[in-house]
């Protein structure tokens, strides 16, 4: 059967204005991605930085409006394949991740390594403590002596320099001393100030060390962002040189007497 006219030009004028629209419409949006998660805003979670008690120790509330909003505590979209507990720390950007589900995460500001004490690679959540003690290596304390007091452990307390909590982390079972820890220092988030330990305000790490059970992976991601293919430590520091001996000097011996007379009578000529 043929159209009238004037219906054809109608068809033909609704198909190409579903073309059109369908073509402003990309590929699967609008429609059901069921258990995949969207971009969102980030998502600050209320009441992170207030003051508590832990411990018996108070840990006072913090100015939020003072803390970069880049560095608090929030619930964020966080494009990942790692499955949920998984923890990607991202030193550029001096940010942890920790994984909740599919392309969610929590995400708290941090303090990483400056110049000379970066690392990268994988590792695990080996041990957890709460409140620990701190004890500075000897090369720390050859370059702070005043820290010596402390050669045998700080005891855990509000000025200990690892803070609330400490996550103690592994790669291979080795532990290379790196550690997720609170500081008394909560200025020093999103700086490269540490040695080489992963710096967290006190009350985001008791919120981490409350997440995890124990054996989560850890990827510390490389200077630029990338995904690490191996472990990168920092070159080890110079030995400090050997003090020189100091050579004693040879005794100098006093110089001989002059030599005494000979009786003439011992030296005159034999009679012949």
Not at 237 to 242: D, E, I, N, V
């Amino acid at each position: 059967m043929r159209l009238p006219f004037h219906n054809l030009v109608r068809f033909l004028i609704a198909g190409a204005f579903v073309g059109v629209m369908s073509a402003c419409v990309p590929h699967g949006e609008g429609m059901s991605t069921s258990g995949a998660a969207k971009p969102g805003a980030a998502k600050e979670i209320q009441g992170a930085y207030l003051a508590t008690k832990d411990a018996n120790i108070d840990i006072p509330a913090l100015p939020v409006e003072e803390i970069p909003q880049q560095f608090r505590r929030q619930s964020v979209y966080f494009e990942t394949n790692e499955v949920p507990g998984t923890i990607i720390i991202n030193p550029s950007q001096r940010v942890l991740h920790y994984v909740t589900g599919k392309n969610q995460a929590i995400r708290y500001g941090i303090s990483v390594g400056r110049a000379g004490f970066e690392w990268s690679g994988t590792a695990i959540v080996n041990e957890k403590k709460p409140w620990p003690t701190w004890t500075p290596p000897a090369e720390m304390i050859a370059r702070d002596p005043k820290l010596a007091k402390w050669k045998d452990g700080q005891p855990g307390g509000p000025t200990n320099p690892l803070g609330a909590r400490a996550i103690y982390l592994t790669t291979n079972g080795v532990d290379y001393g790196y550690r997720i820890h609170g500081t008394p220092e909560w200025r020093s988030i999103g700086r490269n100030a540490s040695s080489g330990c992963i710096r967290m305000i006190n009350q985001d790490v008791m919120d981490l060390y409350n997440r995890i059970q124990g054996g989560e992976k850890v990827i510390v991601l490389t200077r630029d962002g990338q995904y690490p293919t191996r472990l990168v430590l920092p070159p080890p520091a110079p030995k400090p040189k050997a003090p020189t001996p100091a050579v004693a000097p040879e005794p100098v011996m006093p110089p001989l007497p002059a030599p005494v007379p000979l009786d003439p009578e011992l030296i005159a000529p034999l009679p012949v």
